[in-house]
Nanobody, 116 residues
Framework: QVQLVESGGGLVQAGGSLRLSCAAS????????MGWYRQAPGKQRELVAS???????NYADSVKGRFTISRDNAKNTVYLQMNSLKPEDTAVYYC??????????WGQGTQVTVSS
């Protein structure tokens, strides 16, 4: 089993910044991709950003230029630096990892609220 522990959510004013962290632990041999999804009330969960083991990144169009994803393979940790936050970024953010055998794991979610 793999456990994901997220931190860094909170309340921030529009234009502000937050940094999310997610540490993976447990029966980890290796991790392929890592990333962040989010789900706003009444909306479907959507991919925010992902990063492969080769550090290839992918971003949702809505966050390009504002969010940066990174990872520390030695610590099995993924980060999401969120700048220039907007009220529409308000959501529960979920950490996600996938192993080379394509097992997916999810964090418990952390709330990000951006006030206008």
């Amino acid at each position: 089993q793999v456990q994901l522990v997220e931190s860094g959510g909170g309340l921030v004013q529009a234009g502000g910044s937050l940094r999310l962290s997610c540490a993976a632990s447990g029966s980890i041999v290796s991790i392929n991709a890592m990333g962040w999804y989010r789900q706003a009330p009444g909306k479907q969960r959507e991919l925010v950003a992902s990063i492969t083991s080769a550090r290839t990144t992918n971003y949702a169009d809505s966050v390009k230029g504002r969010f940066t994803i990174s990872r520390d393979n030695a610590k099995n940790t993924v980060y999401l630096q969120m700048n220039s936050l907007k009220p529409e970024d308000t959501a529960v953010y979920y950490c996600w990892v996938v192993t080379p055998s394509l097992h997916e794991y999810w964090g418990q979610g952390t709330q990000v609220t951006v006030s206008s």
